[in-house]
C-alpha cells in the first residue's frame, strides 16, 4: 500500500516539475512565436501561433545588428579576457601558494577582498583613468576585464593548488626545469578541471556584460549585448525586430548550453560553493 | 619560491598590474574624489562632505537605496524558497529530472539585459492580452506603476536565478547520505519529519550561502533594471546600481555620483563582512 | 602535447597583441592619398538612404572615402560621441543637437561660415549655433510637430479643423468626438504616450515656454531661471489629453501611440510631428498619404502657430588637417546643393529642408509639406526646448509622470521644475 502511494505521489511530482518546467520555458516560445509575426499582428494579439511564418524579421535583424560582426566581437573578447584571466590567475595563484610568507598572505587578502567592491564605485574613475591614456577600446577592456576577473580566479586555483603536493614541484626542479617550465608543463595541466571552472563562470559574466563595455567600447567594436538596444529607441520600439533580434542573440547560448551543459553546471556549483 | 625570488614577481605581476589599475587605483582615486567638485576632468577644489550632505537630502537617492532594499529582501527570501523549492523536485526519482535542472537553469546563462526585454514583451504585451481575454484589470499596465514595476522586476529575477540557487541546493541535498534517510523512514519518521530533522539541518549551510550570494545580488543589479522599467515610472523603479550610473553620465555630475558609489560600496561590504563573521562564528561552533 | 601547449600560449600572445590593433584599426584602410571622412550620426532613420548618397559622391570625387556611423534608435547617441572623442577616434563631421551640445563640444568645432550652406540656411536658423561670428553647425533639416488628426473622422463627427484655434475651440471637438465613439469606431479620442518623459517634458512644455523666451533657443539657453508663466496652460493640455486618451497612459510608448493606436484608426488625434510618417505609412500607406492632419498646440494669444525647428545640427571637427576640413565642408555643400543631393533630400530623406533653392512642391509627404506652409507662412514657435538646462526635459517628463500618478500636486510639480532649473544650469 505504502509503495503504490508513494508512486502515485512520483506521478503527480512528475506531472507538476514538467508543468513547471513548461511555465519556465513559456518566456522564450513567447518571444520565438511571436519573432514570426507581421507588427500588425503582434498589435492584434500575442498569445496565437502566427498567421504565416515570416522570417523576414529574422533576416532584417540579423542584418540591422550586424550580427556576425557583433558575434565577432563577442567572440574574441571573451575568449581572449578568459585566456588571460587563466594563464595570469593561475600562475599567480600558483606563486601565492608556494610562498608561505606573510606578504604573499597579504597579496592573497588584497585579492579576496577587491571582491567586495562593486563595479559601480571604481567605475567612474576607471572609465576617466583609461580614456587619458586612450585605452578605452577592445585591449584596455581586456585588461580590465582581467582586473575584475582575476580576484575570484585566483580564490579558486589557490584553493585546487593546496591539493597539489610539492614534491612534484622538486622532483620537476632536479630534473632541470626552471619555474615556468614547472608550472606550464607539470603543474597547469593539473589545474585543468579548475580552469573548466574558471572559463565558464568567466565566460558567463564576460559574454553578456552590458554596463562596462558600453563605457569602453565604440560602435564598430558592439558586442552582441550592446547591441539589443537597437530596436528599443526614443521613436522606435518594434517588436517583431526585436524579439527576433534578441531569438538570435540567445541561440548561441543555447547551443554553448546544450554542448556543455555537464561542465557548465558542475562549474558554477563548484565556484558558488567555495 | 621565496619573496626574493624573481619568478615569484614575474607570476605575480600580470595579475598585480591590473587589479592595481582597474580596481585598487580607481578606488582609491574615486574616495579622493568624492570630497572634491571632480567633474570627470578636472578638479578644482575639496568640497568636504558637501557631497555626501546632498545625497542624503535627495529624495530620489534616498528612495533608489529604499527601493533596492525591498528589492533585495524579497527577492533573497521568493529565490531561497524556490531554489529550495526545485532543488527538492528535482533530487526525487522522477524521470524529467535531468531535463527539468536543464531547464530551469537555462535563464541563467543569458544576460540580463536580453531577459528584461523578453520579459517587458511579457509584462505589457502578453499579460494585456490575457487580461482582455479572461477580463482582468490588474493584467493592464503592468511596468506603468512602482508596485508593478517591482513585481516585474522580482518576477524576472526570480525566474532568472531561481536555476541558480536550486544548484547550490543540490550540491548540499546530494550530500545527504542515503543511509540516513533510509534509516530514519525504517523507523517510521514521516516525510515531514524526515525533512524538518534530517535534509533542513544538512543543507542550513547552503542556505547561509545562497542568502549572502543573493542578498548581494540583489543589490547589485543593474542590467535587468535597465532594460525591464528603465527607471520608470518617474524614476520611481531606480535601482542604486543605476541611479549612480544616471548622475554620472547621464547628468554628468561625476563627483557627486562617486559619492553615492561609496555608499553604495559601504552597504554591500557590510552585508559581505557580516557573512565573513557569520561563517567564521558558524565554523567555530561546530 | 608540449609543443602544443607552448603554441598555445603563442598564439594568445599574438591575439592579445593583434587585438591591439583592432581597436583602432579602422580609419586607415584606404589608399594614402585618399582623404577619410568619417561622419558619426545620431537619426538612424535615414541612415541607409544616407549611404547610398555617400556612394554616388564617392563616385564623382574618387580622392574621398566617406564612412559613415549612425548611433540612435536605442542606443545613447550623445553617450557614444563621448566615447568616440574620449577613446581619441575623432569623426570629421559628427551632427549636434542645439547650444546644450554645441557648448559641451565648443573646443572642436570648425568656423563653417565659408561654406555655401552658411547663406542659404533660412532666416533664424543658424542662431543657436552662433557664436562670437563663428558658425558652428548647419541644419539637417526642420521638423516640426503639433496635434495630428484623422481627416476622416473629423470629417465624419463633423469637425472643421480650420475652426479649431484656441483651447476651447480644441476641448470642444474633443467632446464631440468623445460622443461619437461607437460611430467613429474609435475607442477614444487621444493616444497620449505619457511614458516618453520628451513628448510632455520636452515637446509640450516647449509650446508654453516659448513665449516666455520669445522663442528663442539661445534664450532659453542663457536663462537661468525659469517661470513658467504659462503651467496652467499646460496643465490643462496634459490632462485633456490624459483624460480622454487610451489608459494606463504610463505605460503607452511611442510605438504603441503611433503605430498601433493612430495608424489603426483606434484614435483621432496624437501630439507628434512629421517624423511618424514613415512609421504610418508602413502600416498603412493610404492613410498615410490621404488620412492625416496636423493642427497647432492651442497656445493663448499665439494661436495658428506650429512649433517648427531645427533637431540637429553637422559639425565639422577643427581637429583634422585643413584638407581634410575643406574636403568635409564641400561634402556638406554638395549634399544640400547639387541636384542629386537636393532630390536624395527632398524624396528619399524626407526632409523638410531648411535651406534655400528647393522646390518645396516635391516635398513628399502631406504632413511635412503642412509644416513647411506654417514655416513660410512665419506661423511658427520656436524649439526652446533644445536650450533647456543638462536633462530638464526628462525632468519635468518624470514630474508629470508624478502627477498623472498622483504622487505630486501640479503646484509641486510647477515649484520642483523651476528649482531643478536653477540647479541644472550652474
Known amino acids: 500500500m505504502g509503495r503504490s502511494k508513494e508512486r502515485r505521489n512520483l506521478l503527480g511530482l512528475e506531472v507538476f516539475g514538467i508543468i513547471l518546467g513548461l511555465v519556465w520555458l513559456a518566456p522564450f516560445y513567447l518571444m520565438i512565436v511571436n519573432a514570426f509575426k507581421t507588427k500588425r499582428e503582434i498589435f492584434s494579439g500575442v498569445l496565437g501561433l502566427p498567421e504565416m511564418f515570416t522570417i523576414e524579421n529574422f533576416i532584417q535583424a540579423f542584418e540591422e545588428l550586424t550580427f556576425l560582426k557583433s558575434l565577432f566581437n563577442s567572440i574574441l573578447i571573451s575568449t581572449l579576457s578568459i585566456a588571460v584571466i587563466i594563464l595570469f590567475s593561475s600562475m599567480a595563484a600558483y606563486a601565492l601558494n608556494r610562498n608561505k610568507s606573510k606578504l604573499s598572505g597579504v597579496f592573497f587578502f588584497v585579492f579576496v577582498a577587491a571582491m567586495l567592491i562593486p563595479f559601480q564605485s571604481v567605475m567612474i574613475p576607471l572609465i576617466s583613468m583609461f580614456g587619458s591614456v586612450n585605452m578605452l577600446n577592445a585591449p584596455g577592456l581586456i585588461f580590465m576585464y582581467l582586473g575584475f576577473g582575476c580576484s575570484l580566479s585566483i580564490f579558486l586555483y589557490h584553493g585546487a593548488l593546496t591539493g597539489i603536493p610539492k614534491a612534484l614541484d622538486e622532483a620537476a626542479i632536479i630534473d632541470g626545469a626552471n619555474r615556468f617550465q614547472l608550472f606550464w608543463y607539470v603543474i597547469f595541466p593539473l589545474l585543468k578541471p579548475i580552469s573548466v571552472t574558471v572559463a565558464i563562470l568567466n565566460v558567463i559574466w564576460i559574454w553578456n556584460d552590458y554596463l562596462l563595455p558600453s563605457l569602453v567600447l565604440g560602435e564598430s567594436n558592439a558586442t552582441i549585448p550592446l547591441k539589443m538596444f537597437y530596436f528599443f529607441g526614443q521613436y522606435t520600439k518594434q517588436w517583431h525586430l526585436a524579439l527576433a533580434g534578441l531569438s538570435i542573440a540567445v541561440i548561441p547560448v543555447i547551443i554553448f548550453y546544450f554542448f556543455a551543459q555537464k561542465q557548465i553546471i558542475n562549474g558554477v556549483s563548484e565556484g558558488a560553493v567555495k | 619560491m621565496s619573496n626574493r625570488s624573481p619568478w615569484f614577481w614575474l607570476f605575480l605581476s600580470p595579475v598585480v598590474l591590473s587589479l592595481l589599475l582597474v580596481v585598487v587605483v580607481p578606488f582609491v582615486y574615486g574616495f579622493i574624489f568624492s570630497f572634491t567638485d571632480w567633474n570627470g576632468l578636472v578638479a578644482n577644489s575639496f568640497v568636504g562632505f558637501q557631497n555626501y550632505v546632498q545625497l542624503f537630502q535627495e529624495a530620489e537617492f534616498l528612495n533608489s537605496i529604499w527601493f533596492t532594499v525591498k528589492f533585495a529582501v524579497v527577492t533573497v527570501l521568493l529565490l531561497n524558497a524556490m531554489g529550495l523549492g526545485l532543488a527538492l523536485l528535482v533530487t526525487r526519482s522522477i524521470r524529467s529530472n535531468n531535463w527539468l535542472r536543464t531547464i530551469f537553469f537555462m535563464p541563467n546563462l543569458i544576460g540580463g539585459l536580453i531577459l528584461g526585454f523578453i520579459w517587458q514583451f511579457i509584462f505589457i504585451n502578453v499579460f494585456s492580452d490575457i487580461g482582455n481575454r479572461i477580463g482582468s484589470e490588474a493584467l493592464q499596465g503592468w511596468l506603468s506603476t512602482t508596485s508593478t514595476g517591482f513585481w516585474g522586476l522580482v518576477i524576472l529575477t526570480a525566474w532568472q536565478m531561481a536555476g541558480y540557487i536550486m544548484i547550490i541546493y543540490i550540491a548540499y541535498l546530494e550530500n545527504i547520505p542515503k543511509e540516513l534517510i533510509e534509516a530514519a523512514k525504517i523507523d517510521g519518521a514521516s516525510s515531514v519529519q524526515r525533512f524538518k530533522n534530517i535534509t533542513f539541518p544538512l543543507v542550513a549551510p547552503a542556505f547561509t550561502v545562497s542568502m549572502f550570494l543573493t542578498l548581494s545580488m540583489g543589490f547589485k543589479i543593474y542590467d535587468q533594471n535597465l532594460s525591464l522599467t528603465n527607471g520608470g515610472p518617474f524614476n520611481s523603479t531606480q535601482m542604486v546600481a543605476m541611479e549612480i550610473v544616471r548622475t554620472a553620465f547621464s547628468d554628468n555630475e561625476m563627483a557627486y555620483a562617486q559619492a553615492k558609489a561609496v555608499i553604495f560600496f559601504l552597504i554591500v561590504a557590510v552585508i559581505a563582512l557580516t557573512q565573513v563573521f557569520y561563517n567564521k562564528k558558524r565554523e567555530v561552533e561546530m | ?426
Open chain 3, 1 to 426: 602535447m608540449k609543443k602544443k601547449g607552448a603554441a598555445l600560449v603563442s598564439v594568445l600572445f599574438a591575439g592579445v597583441l593583434a587585438g591591439c590593433s583592432f581597436g583602432a584599426g579602422s580609419s586607415s584602410e584606404s589608399s594614402e592619398d585618399a582623404t577619410t571622412i568619417e561622419i558619426f550620426q545620431g537619426k538612424v532613420e535615414f541612415n541607409d538612404q544616407f549611404e547610398e548618397l555617400a556612394e554616388k559622391y564617392e563616385e564623382e570625387n574618387p580622392e574621398v572615402d566617406i564612412k559613415i556611423t549612425s548611433v540612435g534608435g536605442g542606443s545613447d547617441y550623445a553617450g557614444s560621441l563621448k566615447t568616440k572623442f574620449a577613446s581619441g577616434d575623432e569623426p570629421e563631421i559628427f551632427s549636434i543637437a542645439g547650444p546644450t551640445e554645441a557648448a559641451n563640444y565648443e573646443e572642436y568645432l570648425a568656423d563653417l561660415s565659408d561654406t555655401e550652406l552658411a547663406d542659404l540656411a533660412l532666416e533664424g536658423t543658424l542662431n543657436p549655433v552662433t557664436k562670437d561670428g563663428e558658425l558652428h553647425g548647419l541644419p539637417f533639416n526642420q521638423e516640426g510637430y503639433g496635434l495630428i488628426y484623422n481627416k476622416d473622422m473629423f470629417k465624419e463627427a463633423g469637425i472643421d479643423p480650420s475652426e479649431i484655434l484656441t483651447y476651447e475651440d480644441l476641448e470642444k471637438a474633443v467632446q464631440t468626438l468623445d460622443s461619437q465613439k461607437d460611430e467613429l469606431g474609435i475607442e477614444t479620442v487621444f493616444a497620449f504616450p505619457a511614458k516618453e518623459k520628451w513628448v510632455p517634458g520636452n515637446h509640450l512644455s516647449n509650446v508654453y515656454l516659448a513665449p516666455e523666451f520669445n522663442h528663442m533657443v539661445m534664450e532659453a539657453y542663457k536663462a537661468e531661471g525659469v517661470q513658467f508663466e504659462r503651467n496652467k496652460e499646460f496643465k490643462r493640455m496634459i490632462d485633456l489629453q490624459n483624460d480622454y486618451s487610451i489608459q494606463p497612459t504610463l505605460s503607452l510608448d511611442y510605438s504603441q501611440q503611433v503605430e498601433q493606436y493612430f495608424s489603426l484608426q483606434e484614435v483621432a488625434i496624437i501630439q507628434q510631428g512629421n517624423w511618424v510618417y514613415p512609421s504610418v505609412e508602413q502600416m498603412d500607406s493610404d492613410f498615410a498619404k490621404e488620412g492625416m492632419g496636423i493642427l497647432p498646440i492651442p497656445v493663448d494669444g499665439e494661436e495658428g502657430k506650429l512649433p517648427v525647428g531645427v533637431p540637429n545640427y553637422w559639425a565639422v571637427n577643427n581637429n583634422s588637417d585643413d584638407e581634410t576640413i575643406q574636403a568635409a565642408k564641400d561634402f556638406l555643400d554638395w549634399m544640400y546643393t547639387s541636384d542629386v543631393g537636393k532630390d536624395y533630400v527632398l524624396n528619399e530623406f524626407k526632409f523638410i529642408p531648411a535651406y534655400e533653392g528647393y522646390n518645396t512642391d516635391e516635398i513628399s509627404d502631406p504632413l511635412s509639406k503642412e509644416i513647411y506652409q506654417y514655416a513660410s507662412e512665419d506661423q511658427t514657435t520656436g524649439w526652446v526646448f533644445l536650450g533647456y538646462p543638462g536633462t530638464w526635459g526628462d525632468y519635468v517628463g518624470s514630474n508629470v509622470q508624478k502627477y498623472i500618478d498622483g504622487e505630486m500636486t501640479w503646484d509641486e510639480l510647477v515649484e520642483d521644475s523651476k528649482q531643478e532649473w536653477t540647479r541644472m544650469d550652474q
